[in-house]
């Protein structure tokens, strides 16, 4: 799986661009959805925020992301396997035409169209669990 380096938008928002790479921001869940949605990072901020009010879940806590990707048609699907062992995410096998939000581990990445959208190439080495795919219409 080919990696690209992708922050989701965050540097249009914040002042922290140059250190997102080194240290992380703590937002892998905005960052992925937006990603793989192609919507601007604030819209997803502010819609995870909105959604938080309403269901009392943190804003970037799984349960408050399952609901919202839920809510914009996004379906969860049991991780990839290969007999018991799950996936590591370089090696998973998917279409190469569509956008996917996998979640680790304690963390989100996305991968569009067969490229690992990500601040590093350190997720590719991790196992997949759920991962979410839009529904087709």
Known sequence: MKFKFDCGGRHKYFDCYCQLKKYGAGDCTIRAI???T???YK???DALMDSAKKTGWMPNS??????FLESIGW???KPFRKGRKKYKLKNTPIDKNKNYIFH??????AVVKGVNRELSKWCLERCTNSYWIKEAK
Request: charged letters at 30%; proline letters at 0%.
């Open 34 to 36: 937006a990603i793989a």
């Open 38 to 40: 192609e919507t601007d």
């Open 43 to 45: 819209i997803v901020w």
């Open 62 to 67: 799984r349960e408050n992301c399952e609901l």
């Open 75 to 77: 379906k969860r699907q």
């Open 104 to 109: 680790q581990s304690a963390h989100w990445t």
